[in-house]
């Protein structure tokens, strides 16, 4: 499957726009929480560069949402040698650095397997990782080493890797459009259901006020004949 994107008449301006929009593609296939083997069957979908750009993407989440504790915690970490590849495709060599510093904190220089993970980061002094979140933001807080704007040049200087022939549409739009038609009729059934339980529920609801007040009327008119 080709998750490449049909060519715009212009290219974004926005880093952040024309960094996601190469990507999204890949980021709704790829399942961290399925394993390294299922995560490798949709990353070889890829072209090299949108590899390197999803898993950059995933790092700076990561780091922005919890620092380096969080990114080798979660399943992210899975990434790390497409994180390193990828910074190294889009000459972030302070960034590399920075996250081989991180990796050096680990007995081996990696993290462990899962079972002894937890164990291993919670001996490792916060103060450690702390310092690296601290470098990491300042760092990605110039413009010159922003990693929305290398990426985003690494896009501009390739754009066969990311967008289709001009004319030729990824096999992925049709589907996903078609998935979001199906969705929106969902939620529009769903809708409709509610309305019509709502309708009858207040038509009911008028009967028996109409029942309750022809029975009082009936009642009243015993009373009187009486």
Known sequence: MDLRIPRPG???????????????????????????????????QA?????ALLAI??????????GFHQFFWNPSGL??????????????QPHAGLLRRALA?????????????????????PR?????????????????????????RYVRSNLDEFFLPKGEQTAAAPRR??????????????????????HSGGKAASAAGARARGGRKSSTRRRSRR
């Open 128 to 152: 450690r990782f702390a310092a690296l979140d601290g470098e990491f933001q300042r760092l990605c807080g110039r413009r010159p080493t922003r990693l929305d704007g290398l990426c985003a």
């Open 79 to 92: 990434l790390i040698d497409d994180v390193l590849s990828g910074l190294a495709r889009v000459e972030a």
């Open 47 to 51: 072209t090299a560069g949108q590899r």
């Open 177 to 198: 459009a078609k998935a979001e038609r199906k969705a929106a009729a969902g939620v529009i059934a769903e809708l409709d259901a509610l309305i019509a339980t709502i």
């Open 10 to 44: 212009r290219v974004p301006a926005d880093d952040s726009e024309l960094w996601w929009s190469v990507i999204e593609n890949l980021y709704w296939r790829a399942d961290l929480s399925r394993g390294r083997k299922r995560l490798e069957a949709t990353l070889r």
């Open 57 to 66: 993407h995933w790092w700076q989440s990561e780091m922005d949402n919890g």
């Open 105 to 125: 904190l680990f007995p081996g220089g990696r993290p462990p397997a899962a079972s002894r993970l937890q164990r291993t980061l919670d001996a490792i002094p």
